[in-house]
């Protein structure tokens, strides 16, 4: 099954087993009552960010929307080329390869992030619950959190407070390449 459906179904089973509108998980969640519509119906593919929005409203990991448990495990291990990858076709153009995916609810998730030259998060400022850590493996991302910059360089990294506001972008010449990991677990 592709993970629009996978996604776009067990959103609309956990809304409605929580007796919950779309409106409403709109509201919850802040995320638009029309991009919500068009995750259910397994037209779009939800940003990390929208995802976390709406585990964060049922108290779930953003695993849980994304595998299906008889595939999950307690031990994962995968090798170069044979992760579960994302494209996002969004400003960001970004591939992601999961480190977790398969893991039976994992506290964190981490990412293999190839971002092209000029990638970058958007023209807005992302902000949700939880921590994050990016590692630096090739190129360099600017990095803004509230009012301070950091340029990463390989081999740095950076660890923050994701409701802080933040946005990156790659200004390197090439491909930027970063080890990206975030831990969705947290009260609202």
């Known amino acids: 099954m592709k993970i629009k459906k996978i996604v776009g179904k067990k959103l609309k089973v956990i809304r409605l087993k929580s007796d919950m509108t779309i409106q409403e998980l709109a ?4 995320v638009s009552s029309n991009m919500i519509s068009r995750i259910e119906r397994g037209l779009t593919i939800p940003s990390v960010e929208i995802l976390m929005k709406l585990a964060g409203v049922f ?11 008889t595939t999950t495990h307690e031990i994962v291990h995968s090798k ?18 999961s480190y977790t995916s398969g893991l039976r609810d994992p506290q964190f998730m981490s990412f293999y992030c190839t971002i092209p030259e000029g990638g970058t998060s958007g023209q807005e400022n992302m902000y949700h619950p939880g921590d994050e850590l990016i590692v630096m493996l090739e190129g360099i991302l600017q990095v803004v959190i509230g009012k301070e910059e950091f340029m990463l360089h390989p081999g740095d990294s ?9 946005c990156w972008k790659n200004v390197g010449e090439g491909e930027a390449k970063v080890i990206w990991t975030l831990s969705p ?3 609202i």
């Open 27 to 30: 509201e919850r969640s802040r």
């Open 80 to 97: 170069s080329g044979g992760r579960d990858t994302t494209v996002y076709e969004d400003s960001r153009n970004m591939l992601t390869e």
């Open 158 to 166: 950076l660890s923050f407070k994701s409701h802080l506001p933040h």
């Open 59 to 69: 108290g779930k990991s953003i695993n849980y929307f994304v595998e299906e448990v």
């Open 185 to 187: 677990f947290t009260t």
